[in-house]
């Protein structure tokens, strides 16, 4: 019987600690504190630029600003 010698050899068993990503702002590795972000400031900066999108609502292009004539 041949093959059962040959196992697959993973390189790695998958383990929590290789699910760490990247800061999707600037990419640095994340910190478990943080996740998915690697620190506190990229954190904000997400949420207010999340915010920021939010805000910018598509003007109503019906209204006109008052003329002030
Ligand atoms: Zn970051």
Known sequence: MQGSRYK?????PPKADSRLGR??????????AHKPF???????????SWLDERYRVPVHPDEEPPAED
């Open 8 to 12: 697959p050899v993973m390189s790695m």
């Open 23 to 32: 800061c999707p702002v600037c990419g640095k590795p994340e910190t478990p």
């Open 38 to 48: 690697c620190s506190q400031i990229c954190r904000d900066r997400d949420l207010i």
